[in-house]
């Protein structure tokens, strides 16, 4: 009987250990998701807003209402999106700055929606809505510089603003939650790799 070869073997074990260690990441991933998606939930159904000062949002405000200013709108950007009815139709993005000494921060706005991709015009002031992670979809955000941040996180007016009708309210539901997925391929390539190799090592 011959010895397999220990190049080829020490290879493909290290590869079948290198996906299994992957699909175990993606199973820590899952528990991290799991927990982040139950605070959020937990967030969406307290009814009592927040109310915020500058454009930091306190770590606990992802889905709940915020009251919030914004001292500087910027002009209305039309990208897709959804009405409270599920519509398809268009989301109106005004970008807010907001001035701390030389430093300016960027904070995007979705101030309502429309079935037209004509331009709204609102000049800022105060804005009760949800605070949402991440960036809008479709909305164009200035090269952050040495004075200039953008901030991944955005509001969802609620009512909302400049005659607009109200955009879908966002539902940390529909977050993408495909680790569990992920990890069972990795765990079917490790598998299957092996199975290949052995069946090789029989042939041979």
């Not at 915020?66 to 009815?85: F, M």
């Not at 603003?161 to 490790?190: C, K, M, T």
Request: aromatic residues 8%; contains cysteine.
């Amino acid at each position: 009987m011959r010895r397999p070869p220990v190049l080829a073997t020490l290879v493909v074990l290290l590869a079948v250990a290198a996906m299994i260690g992957l699909g175990v990441w993606q199973l820590h991933r899952l528990a991290w998701k799991e927990d982040l998606l139950a605070r959020y939930t937990a967030g969406a159904g307290t009814a009592a807003p927040i109310v915020v000062s500058g454009a930091a949002l306190p770590g606990n405000s992802a889905y709940r209402h915020v009251v919030w200013d914004c001292p500087v709108a910027g002009a209305d950007q039309v990208v897709g999106g959804r009405n409270a009815s599920g519509r398809p139709g268009w989301a109106h993005v005004v970008l807010c700055t907001h001035l701390a000494g030389q430093v300016r921060t960027i904070v995007p706005v979705v101030i309502g929606w429309s079935f037209g991709v004509a331009p709204v015009q609102w000049a800022g002031g105060a804005v009760t809505g949800v605070a949402v992670p991440g960036i809008k979809t479709g909305v164009v955000l200035p090269a952050a510089g040495a004075t200039l941040r953008n901030l991944d996180w955005h509001i969802v007016a609620d009512p909302p603003l400049a005659g607009l009708v109200a955009n879908a309210r966002p539902d940390p539901r529909e977050i993408a939650n495909n680790h569990l997925s992920y990890a069972i391929q990795w765990f079917f390539f490790a598998a299957t790799a092996l199975i290949i190799y052995l069946l090789a090592l029989r042939k041979r």
